[in-house]
Each structure stands twice: as C-alpha cells, then as structure tokens.
C-alpha cells in the first residue's frame, strides 16, 4: 500500500520545501501534477516495475477550479491502493507578506491584485482544506533547519520520541505567540535590563545567566519548571500528540525568557525530543 502525502496550504508557507524534505527522506516527491492524474499516479508507483513505498505531492490553489472537488472527493481513493494524510502548511500574514516581497513573487490569484488581498482571498479559499487536513505546520517561526526536524520527527527517524516541541521566547510588551499551547511568565524573576553591564547583553550570555541563577527564586523555578515540562510533555507523547509550542515570556523578550527557553531547549535535548528553540523579540533594542 502507497503512503501518500498531500501536502497543500498558504502560499508563500514552504510547500515546495516541504517537498524537497520529504524527498531527501525517501519519498517520491512530485509538484503541481494535474489532479486528474493522481489516482493514476498511484496505480502506477504501486505497480510491480515501481514498487514505490512511500509519496508526496503538492496540491495547492494553482489547480484553479479543480482544487476543492479534489479534497472532496480524497475519500474515494482506493483504500486498498493508498493511505493518504493531508499536510497543511500556514503563517501568519505579515510574514507571508514578507516572503513574498522578499523572493519578489508573483501571488498564484494573480499579479492584478494586492498580495495582502490575495493572501487574505487564499485564506478563505483554502479554510474548508484546513478544516479536514490530519496534520497543520505553522512556518511563521521556522527555519529551513526547523522544518526539517519537523519532518524528521513524523516522518523519519523512529528512534527519536515522535513529539516535537517547539520553544520560543518573546517579550510581553509585543504581544504573546498565537500558536503557544503553554506560557510561562518569568516576569518575576530577578531582571538583568536594570544592571548597567548585563542590559546590552542577552540571555544568550553566560553572564546574563549567572545572574539570573544567582537568586534562589530561579534555581527553585527551574527545578520544578523541568519536572512540570518533562511530565506533561510524556503524557502528551502518549496520547498521539504530535506537537507542543510552548511560550517564556519577559517583559521585553531579551534577558529572562531567552535564557529560561534556552534551558528548556536542555531539557529536551537530555529526554530524547526533536525540539526547536527561537527568540522572537531577542534584537529589539535592549528592552526590559
């Protein structure tokens, strides 16, 4: 039987790199096929000359009026033939808008039209796919590294723990992650914004860290922060949870919180989970 990967969503999210992951990790990969040809696609990688074992396939918006009948008629494939799963790729707005005007692409709803508009258009198009997709990325915060161990974590290597975790820090004053399944406050942990030395720095310093591990309070929150972490993620991990955001947040996202999310990044490197740190609001401008 053909495990098959539709992979669809935003565009400008990294469905082609996706693609190319799922590649490099031995799936047959093919981009933009008419949809039509799937179901013959699949006859034939499961033929005996082919023997493939494993696909994926982007289908997205630029199958025009094709695209939805696709998705609702997924059910019909021939169960004996295929296992399919819907991979969903999103991101928030402005950073869809920065891709495109980074990589200066045309928006597949058309070069007449504004790429925020066209966005906010594929949003509303796309919504009833995202609903029945099995798996949802979110890419705003994602590297082509992070992305890769996304992969790796679903569906590569079996010896690592599948949940992956996902840690970011940011500041309060500039607004708290949307997708955070948990948030932590260390907002009441010794500040290093107010010693004159430590307020350039950030947690990423080792002596921004000795400071904040200088004060009790933070050597008794780490304990019991990783003994909280370690549970809830293994109880998550058994209930077929496939992924967890969680959140440190500080006032401005530079001292404290980097330095707790770095630790966390520790922790899950020591229990065997394919984890992903980033610091959302590290550069902006030495704010407590």
Not at 111 to 122: K, T, V, Y
Request: one cysteine or more; proline letters at 3%; glycine letters at 8%.
């Amino acid at each position: 039987m053909l495990d098959l990967k539709i992979i669809t969503g935003m565009s400008g999210a990294g469905k082609t790199q996706l693609l190319r992951i799922m590649e490099d990790f031995g799936y047959y990969a093919v981009d933009h096929l008419p949809v039509e040809l799937i179901v013959d696609l699949i006859h034939l990688l499961n033929s005996e000359e082919r023997g493939v074992e494993k696909a994926a396939i982007v289908v997205d918006i630029r199958e025009n009026g094709h695209f939805h009948s696709f998705f609702q008629n997924i059910s019909r494939f021939p169960e004996e033939d295929v296992h399919s799963e819907i991979i969903y790729l999103e991101a928030e707005k402005d950073v869809l808008l920065k891709r495109f005007h980074e990589t200066r692409r045309r928006h597949p709803l058309g070069s007449d039209i504004r790429i925020l508009s066209a966005i906010e258009e594929e949003e509303k198009i796309m919504a009833p796919v995202r609903k029945i997709a099995d798996r949802k990325i979110d890419t705003t915060y994602m590297s082509g590294n992070t992305l890769r161990d996304h992969v790796r974590a679903f569906f590569g290597d079996d010896t690592k723990r599948r949940l992956m975790v996902s840690v970011v820090s940011f500041g309060y004053k500039y607004g708290v992650p949307r997708d955070a399944d948990y948030i932590f406050d260390v907002r009441f942990l010794p500040n290093p914004f107010y010693d004159d030395f430590l307020k350039p720095l950030t947690g990423l310093d080792d002596p921004v860290g000795e400071f904040i591990m200088a004060s009790p309070e933070s050597a008794e929150f780490l304990r019991r922060f990783k003994d909280f972490l370690l549970y809830i993620l293994d109880r998550f991990e058994k209930r077929s949870r496939d992924n967890l955001v969680i959140g440190v947040g500080c006032t401005g996202g530079r001292h404290r919180s980097v330095f707790f999310a770095e630790k966390v990044g520790e922790f899950m490197e020591e229990a065997g989970y394919t984890y992903t740190v980033t610091h959302s609001d590290i550069w902006r401008g030495g704010q407590h």
